[in-house]
């Protein structure tokens, strides 16, 4: 193997191990012939993907693809970075232009099952899916677009336990970690949110995300913040139904003193809402600092 090739080797082992800046490093010293070829915009662009760079990922794979022709995978992250970039129409171009070339790829199925999904269309999202499974069940990226779909359709307990599934087939995998963190977080349970994301932030230190996430949780997670959980749990809409319809309640039945009572209750509870956040904020930043 020439030393170009172990450079292309390396990057791609970069990538396997997430350190997608080391990757690129590698890649932008090869030599013109290898720096132009379709391995190397493949692994460019997958190292870019997993920075979130979605404008580079596109320009990237559209020179890969004037140089090197049509393929599948520079297609499927054309169609991934534009739809992170809210170009649904030439996402589902280049998607399908995927598919056309690889028709049972599970990656593949998998990213226009989310685009289906992020543009409401639940049911030909649910179809994509079950194709991708049928190849491979427990994959990664079948488990994470389950989930993405459970919640477009706003149903939480089918994420939840999707997530659970998921972490259960791959239990240091770090999205699993991080999808366990997003619905512990959306129920209400921001402790064991808070441990998921540091774990997965422990699993790949690379991605701010997760650390980022672990932070905010450990926020809420925060004693003073435990009068909060109903209103992180339920959402701030249905809270607030659920007092003013207790209020009402209770005024029509009679019981004024009990409605004025609660009424009370419930302006403090806002109040503190307001206030208690950034003030506890403040105090784990400086805990965090120190």
């Excluded at 390396?10 to 490093?25: D, I, K, N, Y």
């Excluded at 997003?182 to 997965?200: D, E, K, L, P």
Aim: with cysteine.
């Amino acid at each position: 193997m020439t030393a170009p090739e172990t450079q292309l080797a390396r990057a791609a082992q970069l990538l396997e191990v997430s350190r997608p800046e080391q990757a690129l490093a590698e890649i932008d010293r090869l030599p013109a012939p290898l720096a132009t070829s379709l391995l190397a915009f493949r692994l460019r662009a997958g190292a870019l993907t997993l920075l979130d760079r979605w404008d580079d990922v596109v320009d990237v794979a559209r020179r890969g693809l004037a140089e090197a022709g049509p393929d599948a995978e520079l297609l499927g992250r054309l169609g991934l970075a534009l739809r992170h970039r809210r170009e649904y129409p030439l996402a589902e171009r280049a998607l399908l232009d995927a598919l056309a070339i690889e028709p049972e790829n599970p990656w593949l199925l998998c990213q226009y099952a989310d685009l289906c999904a992020t543009v409401g269309q639940t049911d030909k999202a649910e179809r994509l899916l079950a194709r991708a499974a049928a190849v491979v069940p427990d994959a990664p990226a079948v488990f994470a677009s389950r989930f993405q779909l459970a919640y477009a359709r706003g149903d939480d307990r089918a994420a939840e336990r999707i997530a659970q599934e998921f972490l259960g087939a791959w239990p240091g995998n770090p999205v699993a970690l991080a999808l366990h963190g997003v619905a512990a977080a959306r129920r209400g349970r921001v402790g064991t949110a808070h441990r998921a994301f540091g774990q997965a932030a422990a699993q790949d230190p690379t991605d701010a995300d997760y650390a980022d996430a672990a932070w905010e949780t450990r926020v809420y997670a925060h004693p003073l913040l435990l009068p909060l959980r109903p209103l992180y749990r339920l959402g701030i809409f249905r809270t607030w139904l659920i007092a003013v319809g207790t209020i009402v309640l209770l005024g029509a039945a009679g019981l004024n003193v009990l409605a004025a009572l609660f009424a009370v209750a419930w302006m403090l509870f806002c109040v503190w809402s307001w206030i208690a956040p950034p003030l506890v904020r403040r105090m784990v930043l400086g805990r965090w600092r120190a």
